[in-house]
């Protein structure tokens, strides 16, 4: 390749759309004949519907359709599936009780916001008038919302077929006894109890969904604010609608940021399409803001205590865990892998911990569903190594960062060296993790920051500083190993590259983006491997139609997945022009050398252009004999293992003693992403992601009452970090390749959100060990004033 683009910043193409408000979004849609939806959601978290009178708003003018539960289960139509099943740790199965699109009279709804009908009618506003009039009878019952509660004897049951609300009981890692013997041998042994809280993903577009029935050619449209076009269709034309994939459309437009919340089958999609064909009219629903509180999935929600045991010479001895891990009222498509695959398979951390148990609970609650919020798994995993790793370096007076670079596990790369075998399955590609902290301990000035610190203990305004080092499994594959551990469907990625005639190249990924400037960074990679200008590469995505399939854009996967399987196509195009090129310079295939956009013959002057070799492609005039025209590849990617990415974030904090006030003042964040081919984009998504992150641990975090009402569900309780609230993050990456992607790279877009919360937490705990409170080992998060007041004074 040139590397004429790759590694370079190049200017996001799609954003001059986005910044002249040309996007076209899914509420930005008005199809002939459209009409409206609004959902009735239950206001009550448990409770069995006794009946529902729907005939004034029937009577209402400009309504056209009201359906309920009954009708939905008249036609004979299934709840929305699972996408991951997770057996018991005894073999037993997973608890998978039906989600259906509207709850049924005599049946129970399991959460707020649960949906028991449907208005339909030619506006929306009138259909939310009409959905005033719209009456129903409730019996309401005790709620649980706390996982750990909920899987107690006694607790109100969210789902008869799983008894103790359980979903599924699960482990990884050594045997128990080994690992219970080991924390009983230990020199040391730090624990912790903590909650990983609850977090609302609040994307800035609210999910949008438009269902649209042509009966004239007996087929479907579904437009919708979706991470996930092919999966939709795939999960609800097989299991919900029954209807024949080939008759179905799914179109994900411009969507505006998804955080892990759009790549779910929700009920809401299936709803309006399946309403469109009762009406044979199109059928739209968008979420106000309120109601996405309460119907989008959510993130975290873990409650766990962990043991790390230590020899006397501060080296790990074992880790044990034993978490609560809440998956709301229904199992969300990713849901159960979560806690399971991308939580408990990542719990080795940087660290050479020799022996390791987790015990898993996976519970049922009267809340909506949880699932995966960027990082999904990987953030709470790290929280709870580097709380830890902190922790024990309080408790044993040892610095924590020598701490740390004593248990990391060595450099490898891969190649020359094995990838790193875990005690949780996973096997790391390649990594050098002292570098990394070492480079973030020079950027902050460790031993000024220290005397800094010693002088601000005798002062009201305490300092400071966190550090989390952390890795993260993404890029997700292979299949035959996640088909193995549960998934129902494959996790490869499609690539289709079309050379046009005149050389211009149209390229179909199933990867959809959703801010990560896909547009830009996978033309990059095709006009450095064509040797071709930026501007004559254009990236499609987001439509079954015009792209094969495809398994969407989430943890990370889009370049690492989706990219590779656009570099075998273009391997492909390249194999093909290198025989036609052969053919127009008279020489043989293995004597040309293809570069900067032409085939040269080696140790000549005689070269073809790829556009004249395009040209002739599809004008087959002077053309190898068998050699079929055109130049058009497809190809699918399935990578033989996860990406590995790892990092260091630093936190410093300033602590007002008196009021418990916690200001961030500097934010440091050393990643390795692997090779990078856009550098400006990868630095906003650390910088989005480090945004989330702090949040989490400062403002954030959503709060049920005993009856299932979430009391924070509007931006007037729920607080998400706001610009003045953070620093000026200082970047700095190393970059070790990924060994078995052709690309090397390993992803970006959750680093920021996986690292970024434990530093900030165990710097707020180090500004209070060095103010003399060294009493204290944790502070629910978020960590607010009031929250930090309270424990200095405990």
Not at 576 to 594: M, P, S, V
Not at 733 to 739: A, G, L, N, S, V
Request: hydrophobic residues 40%.
């Amino acid at each position: 390749m040139s590397n004429k683009y790759i590694g370079k910043a190049v200017k996001r193409v799609e954003d001059k759309r986005f910044i002249t408000g040309k996007g076209k979004y899914t509420d930005d849609m008005i199809l002939p004949g459209q009409t409206y939806a609004y959902i009735i959601r239950s206001p009550y978290a448990h409770a069995q519907v006794k009946s529902i009178d729907i005939s004034q708003a029937l009577a209402t003018e400009g309504v056209v359709a009201v359906f309920t539960g009954d009708d939905i289960a008249q036609s004979g139509i299934n709840g929305v599936p699972a996408g991951w099943q997770v057996n018991f740790k005894n073999g037993d199965i997973m608890k998978e009780p039906p989600h259906p699109l509207l709850v049924g009279t005599g049946s129970t709804v399991k959460h707020v916001g649960d949906a028991v009908a449907v208005v339909i009618a030619e506006s929306k506003e009138i259909a939310a008038d009409a959905a005033e009039l719209v009456e129903i009878d409730y019996e309401v019952f005790d709620a649980v919302v706390n996982p750990a509660e909920a899987v107690k004897e006694g607790a109100p049951l969210v789902h008869e077929s799983a008894p103790n609300n359980i979903a599924f009981d699960w482990e990884i890692g050594n045997p128990k006894a080994e690992v219970d013997e080991a924390i009983a041998n230990s020199h040391h042994v730090t624990s912790l109890e903590f909650v990983n809280q609850r977090m609302v993903p609040n994307p800035i577009e609210p999910r949008s969904a438009i269902g649209h029935y042509e009966s004239s050619s007996d087929r479907y449209t579904l437009y919708t604010s979706t991470q996930n076009p092919h999966l939709i269709r795939l999960l609800m034309c097989a299991f919900v609608l029954g209807i024949p994939e080939h008759k179905v459309r799914v179109v994900g437009p411009d969507v505006g940021g998804g955080f892990g919340s759009k790549i779910f089958h929700y009920t809401e999609e299936a709803l309006v399409t399946w309403c469109s064909k009762q009406i044979e009219r199109p059928v739209k629903w968008t979420s106000e803001r309120s109601e996405a509180f309460i119907t989008d999935a959510h993130g975290r929600d873990h409650v766990t205590h962990a043991e790390m045991g230590f020899d006397k010479d501060g080296n790990v001895t074992a880790l044990r865990i034993k978490t609560f891990a809440n998956l709301g009222a229904y199992l969300s498509t990713f849901a159960p892998a979560v806690p399971t695959y991308l939580h408990g398979t990542l719990l080795q951390g940087l660290y050479t911990t020799p022996k390791i148990h987790l015990d898993m609970t996976c519970a049922f609650t009267h809340t909506n569903a949880v699932d995966a919020y960027r990082g999904a798994g990987r953030p709470e995993a790290t929280y709870l190594l580097e709380r830890l790793m902190d922790l024990a370096a309080h408790e044993m007076g040892v610095d924590p960062v020598e701490l740390r670079l004593k248990n990391f596990i060595p450099p490898f790369d891969g190649v020359n060296q094995p990838g790193y075998q875990t005690q949780v399955a996973l096997q790391y590609d390649s990594g050098n993790y002292h570098e990394v902290l070492r480079r973030g301990v020079a950027m902050l000035g460790y031993e000024e920051f220290r005397k800094a610190q010693t002088e601000a203990a005798q002062s009201n305004k305490l300092l400071g500083v966190g550090f989390s080092t952390y890795i993260e499994a993404c890029g997700i594959a292979p299949s035959a190993v996640v088909g193995a551990l549960g998934a129902r469907a494959g996790l490869y990625e499609v690539g289709q590259v079309r050379v046009q005639p005149t050389g211009k190249v149209s390229v179909y990924t199933g990867a959809h983006s959703h801010g990560q400037g896909h547009e830009t960074t996978f033309a990059q990679v095709v006009a450095d491997k064509l040797g071709i200008p930026l501007e004559d590469v254009e990236i499609h995505h987001g439509d079954t139609e015009t792209v094969a399939f495809g398994m969407g854009t989430y943890g990370s996967r889009s370049l690492a997945v989706g990219g590779s399987a656009i570099v075998k196509s273009l391997e492909k195009i390249i194999e093909k022009g290198a025989k036609i090129a052969a053919h127009k310079l008279e020489a043989n295939e293995e004597d040309l050398t293809f570069a900067d956009g032409k085939y040269t013959v080696n140790g000549t002057d005689k070269s073809v252009a790829f556009g004249d070799i395009a040209l002739t492609a599809y004008v087959p005039h002077n053309y190898p004999a068998g050699l079929e025209p055109g130049l058009d590849f497809s190809s699918f990617y399935d990578p033989a293992n996860f990406t590995y990415p790892y990092g260091c974030h630093i936190a410093v904090v300033e602590v007002d003693k008196e009021t418990g006030k916690v200001s961030l003042k500097r934010f440091i964040a050393v990643d390795d992403v692997g090779n990078v081919i856009n550098p400006m984009i990868v630095d906003g998504q650390i910088h989005g992601g480090l945004a989330q992150g702090i949040g989490q641990a400062l403002l954030e975090g959503a709060i049920f009452d005993e009856n299932g009402q979430l009391i924070n569900g509007s931006y007037m309780d729920y607080c998400m970090p706001r610009a003045d609230d953070l620093p000026m993050f200082e970047l700095d990456r190393t970059e070790t390749p990924c060994p078995h992607n052709p690309l090397g790279v390993k992803g970006a877009g959750e680093a920021g959100c996986i690292g970024s919360t434990p530093a900030v937490v165990n710097a707020v705990l180090d500004a209070l060990w060095s103010g003399g409170f060294g009493h204290v080992k944790d502070i629910l998060m978020p960590t607010t004033p009031e929250r930090v007041w309270r424990a200095m004074n405990s």
